[in-house]
């Protein structure tokens, strides 16, 4: 089955404590991102990654950090989290074909709730 | 002025009846266009991709794009109580790096049995 899995799907941490939220996608995608999602402020990019070892920074990338050694893995690294990083996070993917019908769609995993205290 | 614009709702419509969602945006050069639908916690799953001006069907879900106008709305016929949802517009520019979307805020649609 064509996927993006996310994990973990929860959690919470303390301010200070270094996490990593992992997504690896099955479909040989070359595009990768990560989104946040604030009541009130919608989807934000954080990062993208248009292939392996190709990253740049999104909207809100301040606090954020990602890598990309292989193709299907995309794991957004939070080195010291804060309060304001508690949110609702997707990772998305899409080949890389901008514009071309039905070819360029973003499928996003099921998310990963993150609450800093 | 935001880059893609939506009406939060919530939009309250009868079992049956069609619901009518807009959404504006501000690159005059964009090329994609995306509904998703997403219920609450859930992630955001593709409904349409609209490309061209007109109207694409997919079954209960038409889309509809004016570029001249800078709008793109989705219409959902014999709405069902299994379509309440938030729906977010997505546009991609083609000054956008990469396949970046930027996402409208969503509209809250509540259809009553």
């Known amino acids: 089955e064509a996927q993006v899995t996310q994990n973990p799907r929860y959690l919470i941490t303390v301010t200070g404590k270094k996490l990593t939220v992992t997504c690896s996608q099955n479909m040989n995608h070359e595009y990768m991102s990560w989104y946040r999602q604030d009541p009130g402020l919608g989807l934000r990019q954080i990062y993208y990654s248009m292939n392996v070892e190709v990253t740049d920074k999104g909207d809100v990338p301040e606090g954020y950090k990602v890598s990309r050694k292989e193709k299907r893995n995309f794991p957004l690294i939070l080195e010291s989290p804060s309060p304001n990083q508690t949110s609702l996070y997707f990772c998305?993917?899409?080949?890389?074909?901008?514009?071309?019908?039905?070819?360029?769609?973003?499928?996003f995993g099921p998310g990963t709730r993150l609450t800093v205290l | 002025q935001k880059e893609v614009e939506q009406n939060s709702g919530p939009l309250s419509v009868p079992e049956g009846a069609i619901a009518s969602l807009n959404c504006t945006y501000s690159?005059?050069?964009?090329?994609?266009f995306f509904w998703y639908r997403q219920y609450s916690g859930k992630s955001p799953e593709l409904i349409m991709s609209?490309?061209?001006?007109g109207d694409k069907e997919d079954g209960r879900f038409t889309a509809q794009l004016n570029k001249a106008s800078q709008y793109v709305s989705l219409l959902i016929r014999d709405s069902q109580p299994s379509d309440s949802a938030t729906y977010l517009c997505a546009v991609k520019g083609i000054k956008a790096a990469g396949n970046k979307l930027t996402f409208g805020g969503g509209t809250r649609v509540l259809v009553k049995p």
């Open positions: 609209i490309y061209s001006n």
């Open positions: 998305a993917s899409s080949l890389f074909l901008a514009g071309i019908e039905g070819i360029d769609t973003q499928y």
């Open positions: 690159d005059r050069v964009s090329q994609s």
